[in-house]
């Protein structure tokens, strides 16, 4: 976490973009044996987005960069690095190049990042090294998914969690570090947990020599072991994340966690004694949009006026890997 050129790093724009389409609970009851009492009382839920075969990742991606871009008054021909934290892009090769093209931000070296639910956290981290050693000037970090491809919308346990969109931010460098600390994590012995898995068949190519071709399998998840781990886990890495930042709880304005399970965010909050005042909620009407939970709950709240320039914010990200990660920030806009 040591910055080799004294350069600090600040957050100073938002954006967010979501698909039109709105299946609320009780539509979801027609597909699948549940209720809107069921998916509320167990998840928080309302209502998800989901995104049309005429929809990409690319195109709803580019939209909520637009939008922070603006915010942060720059143009993308300003931008250094795009980087797209996303499991579920448009081209298994990956989709921040396209998402360049499209901004016009020639002179951005773009790439993917994958992390599941945690990318964001994830994409947050990665983008500050390149700020902190004065690679990059200005940075756009872009979370997105399209979960709704690769959910089996016959199981009721998966299929009412889910949503689609994407959330961004501008990072440009700045005298006073805005990214007061950091800490994030992997257990790959919990990886059966939470899976999004390629499953191929035997195919004889030539005598002697087969290969395996397939497809990607639909979400799997052990919904206990996962809110066993967030419970946990969450609130110990937020701990170290404030320890670093020579912060208290008691300091932090606002807790934005991924938006999984709003009994998570309640567990989460309840552990370190923030009050639910403080704490960011919006999946009552987006679902779990993965990596783009979090920028896309940032950016509502900036947008309504709840987060304020100064506020000191803890956000979290937990999910397949499993990965999980903290961060302590100081909204700079």
């Known amino acids: 976490m040591l910055k080799q050129s004294g350069l600090g790093i600040a957050i100073t724009g938002s954006g967010s973009a979501t698909p039109a389409a709105v299946v609320d609970n009780h539509r979801l009851a027609t597909l699948v044996e549940t209720s809107d009492e069921w998916i509320t009382t167990r998840t928080g839920i309302k209502s998800r987005r989901l995104a049309t075969p005429e929809e990409s990742l690319s195109a709803i991606a580019t939209s909520a960069a637009k939008n922070a871009i603006a915010m942060a008054g720059i143009t993308p021909a300003d931008l250094d690095l795009i980087i797209l934290a996303t499991s579920t892009s448009d081209d298994l090769f990956g989709s921040a190049c396209k998402i360049q093209a499209e901004l016009g931000a020639s002179r951005a070296v773009a790439f993917d990042l994958t992390a599941a639910c945690s990318g964001f956290v994830f994409g947050l981290v990665t983008a500050a090294q390149f700020i902190r050693t004065g690679v990059y000037q200005n940075v756009l970090l872009i979370g ?15 299929c009412v969690l889910f949503g689609d969109g994407a959330g961004a931010v501008v990072l440009q460098a700045n005298e006073s570090d805005r990214l007061l600390g950091f800490e994030i994590r992997s257990d790959g012995t919990q ?30 998840m052990n919904g206990k072991e ?10 110990e890495v937020i701990e170290k994340a404030l320890f670093r930042a020579n912060l208290t709880v008691e300091e932090v304005d606002w807790l934005l966690l991924h938006q999984a399970n709003q009994r998570i965010l309640d567990a ?26 979090i920028p896309i709950a940032l950016d509502e709240a900036v947008r309504q006026g709840k987060i304020q320039p100064g506020d000191i914010i803890a956000t979290s990200g937990f999910g397949a890997g499993l990965t999980w990660g903290a961060a302590i920030f100081q909204w700079a806009r």
């Not at 997105?144 to 998966?158: F, G, M």
């Not at 996962?226 to 609130?235: G, L």
């Not at 309840?270 to 009050?275: F, Y």
């Open 144 to 158: 997105a998914d399209i979960l709704s491809r690769w959910v089996d919308w016959s199981d009721r346990r998966t």
């Open 191 to 220: 990886n059966n947990c939470l899976n999004l898995a390629y499953q191929g068949q035997s195919k004889e190519l030539i005598d002697g020599v087969s290969i395996a071709q397939g497809t990607y399998q639909p979400i799997t």
């Open 226 to 235: 996962v809110y066993r781990f967030a419970v946990q886990k969450v609130p």
């Open 268 to 293: 989460v909050a309840n552990r370190l004694k923030i009050p639910t005042h403080k704490v960011i909620s919006n999946m009552a009407h987006y679902g779990n949009t993965s990596a783009a939970s």
